[in-house]
């Protein structure tokens, strides 16, 4: 599956799926390409899978050994241009266009860099991703921040659910337990100033003039 749009969560639970049971068996796939690397470094092959020098080896075509086509060799006769010979010839030939099994092995290790460039790719893109959404939404591994404070870049975490503070908010938002408790206290929202201060840690002197309500918590209780 390629995604062209961002994943269902069908989608998006087999394609995690795979990559978790890909990831598993990542390490044993390794080793085994690791030890079939160490083997073809250790015993090189001809393309017939003989090994390139000792016994058991081709006949060598070059200097009329055992089951050579040397055409300066007196002593070769009709019964020289065997089958043998003709297999011998075919492997030098072969050897030109390279062993399948180191071809075969060169191809994985390339798969291997391969994806190790594609992931090294998927990491940086996810760096991204999580770059993009810390500008956006600087807090967003946090619990939910209280609006009022993150008006002033300030984060504090909201209590649970959302209010509107008896009406002071034109809609419900998650407010945090210092801007909830003040307009308990004081009936009105605080000011800028005053959240400002409050995020600095500094006391926070309250206008009482500005209290638009005799009883808020009274009035809180009948809105809230």
């Given at each position: 599956?390629?995604?062209?749009?961002?994943?269902?969560?069908?989608?998006?639970?087999e394609l995690r799926a795979?990559?978790?049971?890909?990831?598993?068996?990542?390490?044993?796939?390794?080793?085994?390409?690791?030890?079939?690397?160490?083997?073809?470094?250790?015993?090189?092959?001809?393309?017939?899978?003989?090994?390139?020098?000792?016994?058991?080896?081709?006949?060598?075509?070059?200097?009329?050994?055992?089951?050579?086509?040397?055409?300066?060799?007196?002593?070769?006769?009709?019964?020289?241009?065997?089958?043998?010979?003709?297999?011998?010839?075919?492997?030098?030939?072969?050897?030109?266009?390279?062993?399948?099994?180191?071809?075969?092995?060169?191809a994985a290790c390339a798969?291997?860099?391969?994806?190790?460039?594609?992931?090294?790719?998927?990491?940086?893109?996810?760096?991204?991703?999580?770059?993009?959404?810390?500008?956006?939404?600087?807090?967003?591994?946090?619990?939910?921040?209280?609006?009022?404070?993150?008006?002033?870049?300030?984060?504090?975490?909201?209590?649970?659910?959302?209010?509107?503070?008896?009406?002071?908010?034109?809609?419900?938002?998650?407010?945090?337990?210092?801007?909830?408790?003040?307009?308990?206290?004081?009936?009105?929202?605080?000011?800028?100033?005053?959240?400002?201060?409050?995020?600095?840690?500094?006391?926070?002197?309250?206008?009482?003039?500005?209290?638009?309500?005799?009883?808020?918590?009274?009035?809180?209780?009948?809105?809230?």
């Amino acid at each position: 599956m390629k995604p062209r749009t961002i994943p269902t969560a069908e989608q998006w639970a087999e394609l995690r799926a795979s990559a978790l049971a890909l990831a598993a068996a990542t390490p044993a796939l390794v080793e085994t390409l690791g030890r079939i690397v160490d083997t073809c470094r250790a015993h090189p092959s001809t393309p017939d899978g003989y090994p390139a020098h000792g016994e058991g080896g081709p006949p060598n075509l070059t200097t009329g050994g055992d089951g050579a086509l040397d055409p300066d060799d007196d002593e070769a006769g009709p019964t020289d241009d065997t089958s043998t010979e003709r297999a011998a010839l075919a492997r030098v030939l072969g050897r030109q266009l390279g062993d399948p099994l180191d071809r075969a092995t060169i191809a994985a290790c390339a798969d291997l860099a391969a994806a190790l460039s594609f992931l090294a790719g998927l990491e940086r893109k996810v760096a991204d991703i999580g770059r993009l959404r810390a500008a956006r939404d600087p807090w967003q591994d946090r619990p939910t921040a209280c609006a009022l404070m993150a008006e002033v870049g300030h984060y504090e975490a909201a209590l649970v659910g959302t209010t509107t503070l008896g009406d002071l908010l034109a809609d419900e938002q998650p407010v945090g337990r210092w801007c909830y408790d003040f307009a308990r206290r004081l009936g009105r929202l605080p000011t800028e100033d005053e959240r400002r201060a409050h995020a600095d840690g500094k006391r926070v002197r309250v206008d009482v003039t500005r209290n638009a309500i005799d009883d808020p918590i009274a009035y809180l209780g009948k809105h809230s």
